[in-house]
């Protein structure tokens, strides 16, 4: 009986042990993916942050364009990301008409579109995507990687800081024909 008694005890010895290791490398894992959590939701409330230096080099052969830096003034850091871009592009001497970056109004859209026109967000109305930055030109959309506003695209996915970045390209029928807009709306939820 002794014999079955110490069987028993080594049994339930060696399933306690085992169960506590299952059991901390569980602890280990969720204090991982907790820790990973908490860096990932610090870094979405912080500001998008723009390396000028990132810019500058990604631009640098492209000859000066006329350009304007629009913002949505719903996101959070929007003004803030829309003011580096405008004082980064002008230092390189890419020329504008503002005197800084301002925020988006809605348009009135195509005549036959007026009436849902105003539903879209105004990062949409003025041509770009309804998150992230946006470079738009009168048109039409171009695929070639060397035209100016597709290097400028590029530029801006590449020295944009942000856990998640989108950079969009889109088109306004109503913009003067050779400027290039930037918009930089909100953070992709």
């Given at each position: 009986?002794?014999?079955?008694?110490?069987?028993?005890?080594?049994?339930?010895?060696?399933?306690?042990?085992?169960?506590?290791?299952?059991?901390?490398?569980?602890?280990d894992i969720a204090r991982k993916e907790t820790a990973q959590a908490k860096l990932e939701l610090q870094q979405l409330r912080f500001p998008r942050r723009l390396d000028f230096?990132?810019?500058?080099?990604?631009?640098?052969?492209?000859?000066?364009?006329f350009f304007e830096v629009l913002y949505d003034q719903s996101a959070a850091d929007g003004s803030g990301l829309a003011f580096n871009i405008f004082v980064a592009l002008a230092?390189?001497?890419?020329?504008?008409?503002?005197?800084?970056?301002?925020?988006?109004?809605?348009?009135?859209?195509?005549?036959?579109?007026?009436?849902?026109?105003?539903?879209?967000?105004?990062?949409?109305?003025?041509?770009?995507?309804?998150?992230?930055?946006?470079?738009?030109?009168?048109?039409?959309?171009?695929?070639?990687?060397?035209?100016?506003?597709?290097?400028?695209?590029?530029?801006?996915?590449?020295?944009?800081?942000?856990?998640?970045?989108?950079?969009?390209?889109?088109?306004?029928?109503?913009?003067?024909?050779?400027?290039?807009?930037?918009?930089?709306?909100?953070?992709?939820?």
């Amino acid at each position: 009986m002794a014999g079955v008694k110490e069987s028993y005890w080594e049994k339930d010895r060696t399933e306690s042990a085992e169960r506590i290791a299952d059991l901390t490398t569980q602890g280990d894992i969720a204090r991982k993916e907790t820790a990973q959590a908490k860096l990932e939701l610090q870094q979405l409330r912080f500001p998008r942050r723009l390396d000028f230096e990132k810019l500058k080099a990604a631009i640098q052969g492209v000859p000066p364009q006329f350009f304007e830096v629009l913002y949505d003034q719903s996101a959070a850091d929007g003004s803030g990301l829309a003011f580096n871009i405008f004082v980064a592009l002008a230092s390189i001497g890419w020329r504008t008409d503002q005197k800084l970056p301002a925020p988006l109004t809605p348009q009135q859209g195509p005549a036959d579109l007026r009436d849902v026109y105003q539903l879209l967000p105004l990062t949409q109305q003025a041509g770009g995507s309804a998150w992230g930055v946006s470079v738009v030109t009168k048109g039409p959309i171009s695929e070639d990687p060397k035209v100016p506003e597709r290097i400028l695209g590029t530029a801006l996915l590449e020295s944009v800081a942000s856990p998640i970045q989108m950079v969009g390209g889109g088109k306004d029928d109503t913009m003067p024909a050779g400027k290039i807009r930037v918009i930089v709306g909100p953070k992709l939820p």
